[in-house]
């Protein structure tokens, strides 16, 4: 049976997580990975977890292991409204969802919003679970690419007088993949686009809490007097990722369409994780556990760059992330990081190519991601020196 003819037309063109598979070859040998997109494992509060765990199904196991309300666990969402307020999220006309990660948030959003072959504006490089979540909707993708102080939003206004766009899809503070933070000036300039061309803005802050130096930005969310900005968050960079619960803020009338497409997505977000994260916050200091992180990145962060600024070879350029978990370099135009991940492998170091992280992945590409959150110090060093190798090897060919 040729099953690839019974596929719905919108899933064969989707390809699996490049990082996804990069995460199957690295778990399976001693390689030193650097292509990761999780917090350290040294921050999960496992210990507090498994107390609260174990008193929530012991005490009150019947409520934690039924159905719940989609819209979320009344208590969680009292906290993240509380947590929200500190970054002016929150209005009148705004209403929120606890969901399965923010993932889900921005998928549910999308599948609400997005109508087959409407625009949704990237940053480029952006998130690749986002991009996909985009294409598994039949969403034309137009990429606006990342300066140093964020997205180009002079490209940005140049795509919205060409094309039918419905959304702007950005992660302005320490951007998944190049760390990039969007200045306060690009911010106020995406929001002013966007009432001008009378779209969306989809603003993913799964990071923004992850800031070891530097002065905070304010939200989009913050300036928004409309509605016209969805903000999504997520407990997986500061708590654990495994945990799965996220949120979504956003005009009223767009949740009540969310809650729909969640209800015969997942019903609802698994209440024994909500009821985990809602029990450590009120019982624990959860600004200190955010520290602990913000306290080990930095360390690691300094640790990378020092040591590539002493290894990597002066044509290599990189960020400088004043926070979250990436860094992106860009190799001179004639490298293919692609084949030199392939060689890195070799030599038992694994990045993520730059070309997963754009809209066209088959087009070759010159840059790569950097996770620092994870490897060891020895291991960083270790790998960016071999990494500086395999560079050198291919820029004396």
């Not at 940005?156 to 998944?176: A, D, G, R, S």
């Not at 686009?193 to 969306?200: P, V």
């Not at 990045?351 to 959150?373: H, K």
């Amino acid at each position: 049976m040729d099953v690839s003819k019974l596929l719905a037309g919108r899933v064969t063109h989707l390809k699996a997580s490049a990082i996804r598979e990069i995460f199957k070859m690295v778990g399976k040998s001693d390689i030193i990975s650097f292509a990761g997109g999780i917090p350290s494992p040294e921050v999960f509060p496992k210990e507090e977890f498994a107390r609260i765990s174990s008193k929530i199904l012991t005490e009150n196991g019947n409520a934690a292991l039924v159905y719940g309300v989609t819209e979320g666990y009344v208590p969680l969402l009292k906290i993240v409204e509380e947590l929200n307020k500190k970054v002016g999220v929150g209005s009148d006309i705004d209403q929120t969802v606890i969901t399965t990660g923010a993932q889900q948030a921005t998928d549910l959003v999308t599948r609400a919003l997005v109508n087959d072959g409407e625009g949704i504006i990237v940053e480029e490089p952006s998130f690749i679970g986002s991009l996909n979540s985009f294409r598994s909707y039949n969403a034309k993708l137009f990429g606006a690419p990342m300066c140093d102080d964020g997205i180009d939003t002079d490209k940005v206004e140049e795509i919205l007088k060409k094309e039918n766009i419905k959304l702007i899809y950005t992660i302005p503070t320490f951007q998944n993949p190049t760390g990039v933070t969007l200045s306060l000036e690009k911010r106020k300039k995406l929001l002013e686009l966007a009432k001008k061309y009378d779209c969306l803005i989809l603003e993913d802050n799964p990071y923004g809490d992850l800031r070891f130096k530097g002065e905070d930005v304010p939200t989009i969310k913050s300036m928004d007097d409309e509605g016209r900005v969805i903000y999504v968050g997520t407990f997986s960079k500061t708590l654990a990722p495994g945990i799965r619960v996220g949120h979504v803020t956003a005009h009223k009338d767009i949740i009540d369409r969310v809650v729909v497409v969640k209800q015969v997505n997942d019903v609802h977000t698994t209440l024994l994780s909500q009821m985990i994260v809602t029990e450590y916050i009120n019982n624990n200091d959860y600004e200190a556990q955010i520290k602990k992180g913000c306290d080990l990145y930095k360390e690691k962060c300094d640790l990378m760059l020092k040591t590539m600024d002493e290894y990597f070879p002066k044509e290599v350029k990189y960020t400088r992330p004043d926070g979250g978990i990436f860094l992106w370099c860009t190799l001179p135009e004639n490298i293919n990081s692609g084949v030199l991940f392939e060689k890195a492998l070799e030599r038992k170091v694994a990045f993520v190519p730059g070309r997963t992280c754009n809209i066209d992945i088959d087009a070759p590409s010159n840059c790569f991601r950097l996770n620092f959150s994870t490897a060891s110090n020895e291991k960083i060093v270790e790998g960016i020196k071999i990494l500086a190798e395999v560079i050198k090897e291919e820029l004396n060919k």
